[in-house]
């Protein structure tokens, strides 16, 4: 059980680095990562264009179908692992977060989610990202 925990771990910080490069191929600066409370965690804080992104990144391996839409690829989409407990947590972080680095409340900010598949096969990854998620 633990050395599947260290995949998972070490497939879960794979993900996070490539959604970085995807986030800075798309003009995000990347301001913090892993910003973790004891209620919850933010994988990701990139700013773009005066406006803060809380980016949660879900993780999945396997093999990746060409010319198949991420719904049928396989019966588990990493975006399923964004269920109601883990919405709560992240409100909380994210308002940690902002009070604890002293942004205005005046400060715009949205939730984005990124997921990653990676093909451990071809060595290549899916990134889909869904934008101003609301929480």
Not at 106 to 122: G, N
Request: proline share 1%; aromatic share 6%.
């Amino acid at each position: 059980m633990q050395g599947d925990q260290k995949i998972g771990n070490a497939i879960g910080r794979l993900g996070e680095d490539i959604a970085c490069l995807y986030l800075e191929s798309k003009k995000f600066d990347i301001i913090g990562r892993n910003y973790r409370k004891k209620w919850g965690e933010i994988d990701i804080i990139a700013k773009k264009v005066g406006i803060a992104h809380f980016v949660e990144v879900k993780t999945t391996s396997g093999r990746v179908k060409e010319n198949v839409t991420p719904e049928t690829n396989d019966r588990h989409r990493a975006e399923d692992n964004l269920h109601t407990n883990k919405v709560k947590r992240l409100k909380r972080a994210i308002s940690s977060y902002l009070a604890e680095k002293n942004f205005s409340p005046e400060t715009k900010w949205i939730f984005d989610a990124i997921t990653v598949r990676i093909d451990s096969a071809s060595k290549k990854a899916q990134i889909h990202m869904l934008e101003n998620v609301i929480l």
